[in-house]
């Protein structure tokens, strides 16, 4: 019986390992280790000190949050791994999750994020020799997360496209040729059906190799340069539509070009590999969900969540990830991303997510929640990310404002001198409190 092509979305699913999760607390016990929970939290108080780039962190409390404001990380300090250069919208960098997870954990550990995106915080996670567990209702993001925490070499890579039926290939949808020239859509479209029998969407532990290639080819589907298989578009975080392309082809006069489908896949991948794959971590766990309902992993298994959920009606999910679905075989309309249009909406859906982490983080482990601006700063969304875990288990230790070029604030963080276009990031810390 032949598979089906089309992934339903709303399922939710262990991936990667069939190994789960074991509770961190027991592991500990066994180890002979003393719970996190009856440990001393030394994670502000470094806060406080930290000098790292020669300021000192600066403390302002308003509205009863305590915020830390200094430059805790840059994207200059260091080089991020070649492995997590794949496009996504409205992605932190990798430096974040390296910040917290350095911190708030040890080799071994789980780190979670139930909002994973293109996989930064698992990605980076598996770099660090901890525990990868990621949940996201975008069923992308496990095809883009999960090849690059067991990657495949360059060769391996090579000599499996050399199998691929290239000559076999038949345009399937006319109205891509606005992005591609003819030849390059049949090698995308016999790709695309050999990926399909190969490695279908139902089966969750894939070759990895196979896994690898589907993953690089969908970020390469479209971009601006001759890097990518289609002609000039936009960058390749967000797909135009066909008739945008038109118009775009039109203003430019230009004609697809051919462009060699393996060859881009073969460069991409040496790219990628520059720095290496990860080093030897315990297994990973990945589900496709909502934030708020992650069963396949136990309770207090996770040592530190980072993550950073969706913004106020910002994101057009459709609009920006049309041709990936298409070339992965999930239906669009099936993926059930909300669009919290109210603060009261996001509030909510925050406070679902916030009350699964709380299940799923052991006592003494942490949550480092990201927020960014929204409507030119308008509105404060850490103020509501603290509001929406009123009455929770979490302790509210302090919001980190991450400010890559310093100055000194004028009257609170509010945070007043935050003008619209300053680079920060705003991140709600919590810490998972016992039992009572």
């Known amino acids: 019986m032949q598979r089906s092509a089309t992934l339903r979305a709303q399922k939710t699913l262990p991936l990667f390992d069939d190994e789960l999760l074991s509770p961190v607390a027991e592991g500990r016990a066994r180890l002979g280790k003393t719970p996190a929970s009856a440990l001393p939290d030394t994670f502000l108080p470094s806060i406080r000190t ?31 791994h070649s492995i997590h250069e794949i496009s996504y919208r409205a992605c932190f960098k990798p430096q974040l999750p390296e910040f917290f997870i350095r911190r708030l954990t040890e080799a071994g550990d789980a ?31 496990v095809l883009l997360t999960r090849p690059r925490l067991t990657p495949p070499t360059a060769v391996q890579v090579t000599h499996r496209l050399r199998v691929v039926p290239w000559e076999r290939g038949e ?27 190969r490695a279908p969407l139902d089966v969750t532990a894939p070759d990895p190799v196979d896994d690898w290639i589907r993953m690089v080819a969908l970020n390469r589907l479209t971009g601006h340069s001759p890097g990518f298989f289609s002609v000039y578009t936009l960058p390749p975080n967000q797909a135009v539509s066909v008739e945008s392309q038109t118009r775009i082809n039109a203003n430019r006069n230009q004609i697809p070009p051919f462009r060699d489908v393996a060859a881009i896949i073969n460069k991409k991948t040496r790219s990628l590999l520059k720095d290496g794959g990860a080093p030897q971590h315990p297994p990973a766990i990945l589900g ?7 069963a396949f992993i136990p309770d207090g298994s996770v040592s530190l969540v980072v993550t950073s959920p969706p913004f106020l009606d910002i ?31 996001w509030m909510d859906m925050v406070r679902e997510t916030l009350t699964e982490q709380a299940r799923i983080v052991r006592p003494g482990g942490h949550v480092a929640f990201e927020v960014g601006e929204v409507r030119n700063g308008k509105i404060l969304l850490e103020r509501l990310v603290w509001q929406a875990a009123e009455g929770l288990p979490f302790e509210r230790q302090a919001v980190l404002v991450n400010q890559q070029e310093f100055t000194k604030t004028a009257n609170c963080w509010g945070v007043s001198n935050n003008t619209s276009g300053t680079n920060t990031n705003r991140i709600v810390v919590f810490r998972r409190t016992p039992p009572a």
């Open 171 to 197: 345009i399937e949808r006319k109205d891509l040729l606005v992005f591609y020239h003819p030849d390059t859509l049949r090698r995308i479209c016999a790709l695309r059906r050999w990926l399909f029998e």
């Open 288 to 294: 496709i969900g909502a934030a708020s309902a992650s």
């Open 50 to 80: 930290f000098k790292d780039f020669g300021t000192s962190t600066e403390e302002v409390e308003e509205g009863g949050i305590l915020y830390l404001i200094n430059e805790f990380w840059t994207a200059g300090q260091r080089q991020a």
């Open 315 to 345: 994101v057009q999910y459709a609009a920006d990830n049309w041709l990936r679905c298409w070339f992965a075989g999930i239906d669009v309309n099936t993926v059930a991303i909300g669009m919290h249009r109210t603060e009261t909406a």
């Open 111 to 141: 780190v979670h994020d139930p909002f994973m995106g293109r996989g930064t915080t698992p990605v980076q996670a598996a770099l660090m020799g901890r525990r990868p567990v990621g949940n996201d209702i975008n069923p992308l993001s």
